[in-house]
């Protein structure tokens, strides 16, 4: 392929950084290298969107043809700040994109929030997700859980939680995971919210797959529906009410598993190490503040998942927002204070924070891509731009390539048609090593 006149960096393989990448790849004056710190592309897709939910998992096959272009370039385990920094990024490319996502939790800030058995929903989600990094997690001996949170997170921890182990055993999920969900014996599964089901953050599609769950028994607390009115709410607010309404009204014969959703309410402390007991405060609102009524009660539970919220962290050298949690920016060019820096963007969860779905992306990249193209049209390509791949190879580092992702997919497409499954996430890192290096010069690149 003959030199492009522009060289655009993309940080991060994720949805964000795929559909920015997307949008660039239809200029024929623009080559694209997308890094990720792991071998795999497509972040959050792989593992964040819950494995059952697989129409979902199937926008990564449309984003996957981003790569068919010869302009576009995968460069898999490397982590900014130690392989490569910010300053050889912008020396190697015409801009540079930060999609780094959100990789933090919030946390409840309450005591016992540290004990064993008290946990993020991101590293469950990780654990389910066959993610590399994630800890394994047992449910040996946990009856009642409880997911503190009303947004799609919860649901999903909650459904994974609930939901008839054989079900989700045509997923991609790694079988150590899936026996332990077989193993387990949970009763009840408890979603806690600080504030009414006409605030919850679900989207209604989510939250009655949920509700509909076979073989489950759903409750809601009565007095939560106290004070609603349904007229004044809006359309996906008011469809939610309308869910949680009829599933607490649906008698469920011989339930599996119960299922409660507990309002107006927020944890205050976590009692014991493993966590036996929740204690929850009942709230109020006090112009628009949630405040607690000083009234508790106990819940008997040996795992809480926090799924409350992500927070982006920030990237060695590049600008961060501490109190909101983004790259500061205008439109996807990067602020430093009241400046520009010039050719660094962002897209994504670090740019808006951890809000949207999947979708919310594209729009979102595509804002971000035009300041791209507006810019290199008017400062040009760099003069001095170097080859930061061959400076790389020079100081004997490779990063991973498509092609060695490619093996990654077709060794979890056999492992799946061991367990008569279309595929089986490959999760251990050594695994994923042997993978990589197959067919690579060089020696082991270090996982971290
Ligand atoms: P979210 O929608 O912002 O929900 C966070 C929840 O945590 C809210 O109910 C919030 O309550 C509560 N919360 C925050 N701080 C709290 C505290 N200190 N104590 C108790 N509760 C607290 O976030 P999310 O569920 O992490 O989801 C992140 C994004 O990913 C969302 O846009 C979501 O739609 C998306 N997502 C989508 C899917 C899907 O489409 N299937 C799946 C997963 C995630 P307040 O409202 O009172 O602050």
Known sequence: MPEPRFRVAIVGAGPSGLFAA??????????????????????LLRYGVAPDHTSIKAVAHALARVFDAPSVRFLGMVHFGRDVTRDELLTGYDAVIYAVGASEDLRMGVPGEDAVGSRSAREFVAWYSGHPDA??????????????GVGNV?????????????????????EDVLGELRRARLTDVWVVGRRGPQHASFTTTELRELCRTPGVAVSVDPEAFDDIDDDALDRRTRANVAVLREASGTEVADPRMRLHFLFWRRPVELRGDPVRELVLERTRLDDGRVLGTGETETLEVELVLRAIGYRAVRLPGVAFDEKLGVIPSEHGRVLDGATVAPREYV??????????VIGTNKSDARETVEQVLADLAELGPRADRVDLVDALAARGFVPSSYDDWRRIEAAEANRGASYARERMKIEAWHELLDLVQAERPGGPIPPG
Request: hydrophobic share 50%; no cysteine.
């Open 347 to 356: 897209v994504g969860w670090i740019k808006r924070g951890p809000i949207g």
């Open 135 to 148: 800890e394994p997690q047992s449910l040996d001996g946990v009856r009642q859980a409880v997911a503190v």
């Open 22 to 43: 997307q949008f660039l790849s239809a200029r024929d004056d623009v080559a694209v290298d997308i890094f990720d710190r792991l071998p795999t592309p497509y972040g």
């Open 154 to 174: 919860a649901v999903d921890v909650a459904r994974i939680l609930v939901k008839e182990p054989l079900a989700l055993a045509v997923t991609d999920m790694p």
